[in-house]
């Protein structure tokens, strides 16, 4: 047999048998405001069904709002899976004080998640570099093969598969902290080498809280891969310890509803939990086992292409947001390519002209404009500086108020002669020169400047007065 034929019989056989496990709690019950699991939905996969069936299992049951949970700390279990971004500082504070008084919390963000009480995780991938720390040829699908095994949440595993995982960057400050499992030391970006994606805190209190930098190890499709389902397992039963009832499981911030027909008292056969509690388990209905056992192998699929489908697929984005933003691309693209169909062919009316860049008055010069426009260009320039110098402005607009006020001065103060060369001047700078004007006229127009500002530059305020 070969390896990749092993692991699939491997994947098989433990998806099986986990699945098998989850059937020794359905009861048959039913519930007015429960829910059903439908696993031919295409998104069941990235659901969290088979985990809130394993807490159900142990005698937790599903509640809408986080206040009953918050209100009875020892009863009482909160899980918040995927975006937490929606969590405020006081809700942050209020957990801490949960866990103190006996509450259990899990935290499994699928994003940059950063609190004083419970740490900092950083939001993935982590890529593997060696080959046999990919999945199935996958290198952001890292498999994890070191743990801590003194604490009972992870003592024998194996292995667990992650996809796209991220990292525990910083730990809290919530109870006794214990990084639990670890990424290869092959692992890039550099700073995720080595690094943490488990960890837990626990209280003198009987307070916990787990913090998991890859929700996906608790999805449906993830859950028969290595020791992802056993993980899972040990989780619920680590958060149900203490005979407690209530359950806030929140999912992206929707808190999720009761999965009908599975129901507590605590399903997997007798034995010890993960706190080493004994704890009694029902009789299956044997009917019941076959089923689920049944719709276990119908629904599995091959474990390459769930991978290949966890790695593609978006997260955090519900099927009706994710069909609007296809739609969306699709129309930006068509835009797109209309506009440059439009843009690569001329008018049929009109041929335009090709653009011309501006040029400055310089540039025209140096280019051998015509004389006279030369002239003008010069005569507008000596006129503007003139008309600086003359009336203390530097605007157009203080210019035209001057030469609409040459009527109203004193005649004694400015000659008529004076008064026209100087209206000729403010003329040019305000409206521009004319064209053409020849080099003489150019000439006498620039003497007429220096005579005017020689004769009255010491009293420029009186003329104004």
């Known amino acids: 047999m070969s390896n990749a034929e092993h692991r699939w019989a491997r994947c098989r056989n433990r998806f099986v048998r986990l699945m098998v496990c989850v059937a020794l709690s359905i009861l ?68 801490k004080v949960f866990i103190d008084l006996g509450g259990r919390v899990l935290i499994a963000p699928d994003n940059v998640h950063s609190s004083i009480y419970f740490g900092e995780t950083q939001i993935g991938p982590a890529r593997a570099r060696a080959e046999e720390s990919k999945f199935s040829g996958f290198d952001d699908c890292v498999r994890v093969t070191r743990f801590r095994n003194t604490h009972p949440l992870v003592s024998d595993l194996k292995e667990l598969v992650t996809n796209r995982t991220g990292v525990i960057r910083r730990i809290g400050i919530t109870g006794d902290w214990m990084h639990l499992a670890f990424l290869p030391d092959d692992c890039y970006p550099s700073d995720f080498a ?105 629904e599995f699929v091959n474990p390459q292409e769930m991978n290949s489908r966890l790695k593609d697929h978006p997260r955090n984005i519900n099927k009706k947001q994710y069909v609007i933003w296809v739609i969306a691309t699709v129309t930006l693209i068509l835009l797109i390519w209309i506009a440059i169909r439009l843009l690569s062919k001329s008018t049929r009316w009109i041929k335009y002209r090709r ?90 127009l620039s003497r007429q400047m220096c005579e005017l500002l020689q004769r009255y530059r010491q009293d420029v305020t009186l003329v104004q007065s």
């Not at 509640?63 to 209100?71: F, G, K, R, S």
Request: hydrophobic share 40%.
């Open 194 to 298: 080595g690094k943490s994606i488990l960890g837990i805190g626990e209280t003198e209190s009987g307070g916990a809280v787990v913090v998991l930098a890859d929700p996906s190890i608790l999805s449906n499709g993830m859950f028969s891969f290595a020791d992802n389902g056993e993980l899972v397992n040990r989780m619920a039963t680590l958060l149900a310890a203490g005979s407690r009832s209530k359950l806030f499981m929140a999912v992206d911030g929707q808190p999720v509803r009761l999965i009908k027909g599975i129901a507590g008292p605590r399903g997997l056969p007798s034995g010890p939990g993960v706190d080493g509690e004994e704890v009694s388990r029902p009789d299956p209905q044997l009917q019941t086992l076959l089923e689920v056992a049944n719709s276990a192998l119908q």
């Open 28 to 95: 048959g019950g039913s519930n007015a405001s429960a829910q059903v699991v439908d696993t031919s939905d295409e998104n069941w996969v990235y659901q969290f069904d088979i985990f809130q069936a394993f807490l159900q299992r142990d005698g937790l049951v599903p509640i809408p709002t986080i206040l009953p949970a918050l209100e009875s700390p020892q009863d009482s279990t909160i899980v918040l899976i995927g975006d937490v971004r929606r969590e405020t500082v006081e809700a942050w504070n209020k957990l």
């Open 355 to 444: 653009s011309v860049s501006a040029v400055t008055a310089e540039a025209m010069l140096r280019n051998g404009y015509p004389g006279d426009v030369k002239n003008r260009i010069a005569s507008e320039i000596l006129a503007r500086e003139f008309s600086r110098q003359w009336t203390g402005v530097s605007t157009v607009s203080g210019w035209r108020q001057w030469l609409d006020d040459l009527r109203h001065l004193d005649r004694d103060n400015l000659p008529n002669q004076d008064r026209a060369v100087l209206e000729s001047l403010l003329a040019i700078a305000v409206f521009g020169g004319k064209t053409p004007m020849p080099d003489p006229e150019l000439s006498k």
